[in-house]
């Protein structure tokens, strides 16, 4: 799914009312109506105290518009208007008269501390105070005000956008954003519901239709996606009868250190379990038995030294490498490593100690293959690009990097993204249960195992990393947060290939009543 800027929206907006020859206030009302209908369906008309904070801009139009559907529908509604600005535009205005004609009396306004109405646990907050029209600060009264929502306890409800977000920076001060329960997003979703810093702000989220002209949906390019089953499904290869395990390509797997061999086994079961056709482990002479015990169906190269590799020779031909995982940052692993990417032009995949021997020596990066897959945690991409001020600005440094030196950045985290052209492509697929050792040699196990059969550089990392994150999703289900482990990723990969077809459970008939 496409994530469209604030640009964007805006010119859908204006492109659906020249095309569908409507009035913005049209637009509006479908927009408010898409609210009620979500709302209607859940409350089912219920008595339950409904408090709809409008702000003076369109977001706080959509507030009213929602509002007079409320009231039209016997629900009981208090409207307020926090005043934070005296520029109310037209839209709002127009639909201040329409209320007022509604209900026969104003719509509360709030202005500062003193107007605070009281709220419960039991009310509902409907947050329309700012949109995506939120362009600077907001002041220290309303951020009060966004606290008090917090302090009361109420379900919130969020249109567009939690108010006090911002479509393209972080806020700076803890707090300064409503907290939502859900949020009725219009058309898609806002890049900030998925960054770190911002995602804290939101718990779920769901997308309003309010008809945006179709064609311009699908043809204009967006920076961001949101990557959810329908859009990898496309990126699925199918298998051809006549194939061998030879169609399916070879990864060899390069890493490992005393101690650290679990690694290797992690990362070269998930080459096999994506599909590969066969695997091989490149490691220290100490990783022979166990993984040759473990794991028989990897061949083993071993290294002349005991404990950490030292040179990286072999006679093989892979379709794909992926190094890094276990390897240590031992001296010699960081000559044998220069010395191997000096020369390499297999598709590479690089991980975890790899990436931070390549931090330390950054002359390396200019002979890393072209769409080289990095896959850096938090910390190891800040050690190779840099600190940064928010998420936005650390998406820009790593479009920036990752240009500079041809290759794709896989930035591991909740919502983890792949940054690749100057494009943005966020996982939907994951959850807590992940935050466990080995994960992330998983990961790259299976990115690797789906270049070998392949799968383009974006297409592995997008496919791969939905389906670990599947796997992980499936997997909680019957281990629980707590009890999921990485073996478990890799045993559960085979139910996130099957879901990827699975059809929906046809809907239960409702019993009619006598
Ligand atoms: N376009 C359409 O047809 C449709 C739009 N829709 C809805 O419109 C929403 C966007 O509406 P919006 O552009 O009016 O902005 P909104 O977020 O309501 O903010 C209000 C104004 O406040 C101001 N302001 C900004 N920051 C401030 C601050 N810190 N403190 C004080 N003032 C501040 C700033 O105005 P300024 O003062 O800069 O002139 C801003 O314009 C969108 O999220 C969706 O809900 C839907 O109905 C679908 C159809
Ligand atoms: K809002």
């Given at each position: 799914m496409k994530i469209f800027s604030k640009e964007q929206i805006y010119e859908g907006d204006r492109l659906t009312i020249k095309k569908q020859n409507i009035s913005s206030a049209d637009l509006?009302?479908?927009?408010?109506?898409?609210?009620?209908?979500?709302?209607?369906?859940?409350?089912?008309?219920?008595?339950?105290?409904?408090?709809?904070?409008?702000?003076i801009g369109n977001n706080g139009g959509d507030g009213l518009v929602l509002a007079r559907h409320l009231v039209t529908h016997g629900y009981n509604v208090k409207t307020f208007v926090v005043d934070f600005s005296d520029t109310r535009s037209q839209d709002f205005l127009h639909n201040y008269e329409r209320l007022k004609e509604t209900t026969k009396d104003w719509p509360v306004?709030?202005?500062?501390?003193?107007?605070?109405?009281?709220?419960?646990?039991?009310?509902?907050?409907?947050?329309?105070?700012?949109?995506?029209?939120?362009?600077?600060?907001?002041?220290?009264?309303?951020?009060?005000?966004?606290?008090?929502?917090?302090?009361?306890?109420?379900?919130?409800i969020s249109v567009d956008i939690p108010s006090g977000l911002f479509t393209d920076r972080s806020p700076k001060q803890e707090g300064a954003v409503v907290k939502s329960n859900f949020i009725l997003s219009f058309q898609t979703p806002k890049l900030a519901f998925f960054l770190p810093g911002t995602s804290k702000y939101i718990e779920q989220w769901e997308a309003l239709d309010i008809g945006i002209d179709q064609e311009y949906m699908q043809n204009t390019e967006t920076v961001a996606h949101i990557l959810g089953k329908l859009d990898v499904l496309p990126m699925y290869k199918q298998r051809d009868k006549?194939?061998?395990?030879?169609?399916?390509?070879?990864?060899?797997?390069?890493?490992?250190?005393?101690?650290?061999?679990?690694?290797?086994?992690?990362?070269?079961?998930?080459?096999?379990?994506?599909?590969?056709?066969?695997?091989?482990?490149y490691v220290p002479t100490?990783?022979?038995?166990?993984?040759?015990?473990?794991?028989?169906?990897?061949?083993?190269?071993?290294?002349?030294?005991?404990?950490?590799?030292?040179?990286?020779?072999?006679?093989?031909?892979?379709?794909?490498?992926?190094?890094?995982?276990?390897?240590?940052?031992?001296?010699?692993?960081?000559?044998?490593?220069?010395?191997?990417?000096k020369t390499n032009t297999t598709p590479l995949v690089l991980d975890a100690d790899g990436l931070n021997i390549i931090s330390k020596n950054k002359n390396l990066l200019v002979h890393l293959p072209a769409d080289t897959i990095l896959t850096p945690h938090p910390k190891e991409l800040e050690r190779l690009i840099g600190v940064w001020e928010d998420d936005f600005d650390k998406l820009e440094k790593t479009k920036a990097f990752a240009e500079k030196y041809k290759i794709?950045?896989?930035?591991?985290?909740?919502?983890?993204?792949?940054?690749?052209?100057?494009?943005l492509y966020i996982n939907s697929t994951g959850n807590p249960g992940l935050a466990t050792g080995g994960t992330g040699d998983v990961l790259?196990?299976?990115?690797?195992?789906?270049?070998?059969?392949?799968?383009?550089?974006?297409?592995?990392?997008?496919?791969?990393?939905?389906?670990?994150?599947?796997?992980?999703?499936?997997?909680?289900?019957?281990?629980?947060?707590?009890?999921?482990?990485?073996?478990?990723?890799?045993?559960?990969?085979?139910?996130?290939?099957?879901?990827?077809?699975?059809?929906?459970?046809?809907?239960?008939?409702?019993?009619?009543?006598?």
């Open positions: 509006m009302e479908r927009a408010g109506m898409s609210l009620f209908n979500w709302l209607d369906l859940r409350l089912k008309g219920a008595p339950v105290p409904i408090l709809v904070f409008c702000g306004s709030i202005h500062d501390e003193s107007d605070f109405p009281e709220i419960t646990n039991k009310d509902i907050i409907i947050d329309a105070i700012f949109g995506v029209g939120l362009n600077r600060p907001v002041a220290d009264w309303v951020i009060n005000l966004f606290k008090y929502f917090k302090r009361a306890e109420a379900l919130t006549f194939s061998h395990k030879g169609t399916f390509g070879h990864g060899l797997i390069i890493g490992g250190s005393y101690g650290k061999i679990g690694a290797v086994q992690l990362a070269s079961r998930a080459v096999l379990a994506a599909g590969a056709g066969l695997v091989t482990a100490c990783g022979y038995v166990p993984l040759q015990s473990a794991f028989p169906e990897a061949m083993v190269i071993t290294d002349a030294d005991d404990k950490h590799i030292s040179a990286i020779n072999f006679e093989i031909t892979p379709t794909v490498i992926g190094l890094g995982v276990g390897i240590g940052t031992d001296k010699k692993t960081g000559d044998a490593l220069e010395a191997f990417l794709l950045v896989l930035i591991k985290g909740a919502n983890s993204i792949a940054v690749y052209q100057n494009k790259t196990g299976v990115i690797t195992g789906l270049l070998a059969q392949g799968y383009s550089a974006l297409e592995a990392t997008c496919f791969g990393m939905y389906l670990h994150g599947k796997s992980a999703d499936l997997a909680v289900e019957t281990k629980g947060y707590q009890s999921l482990i990485a073996s478990d990723v890799i045993t559960y990969l085979a139910d996130a290939y099957l879901d990827l077809f699975a059809q929906p459970a046809p809907v239960a008939e409702q019993p009619t009543q006598a």
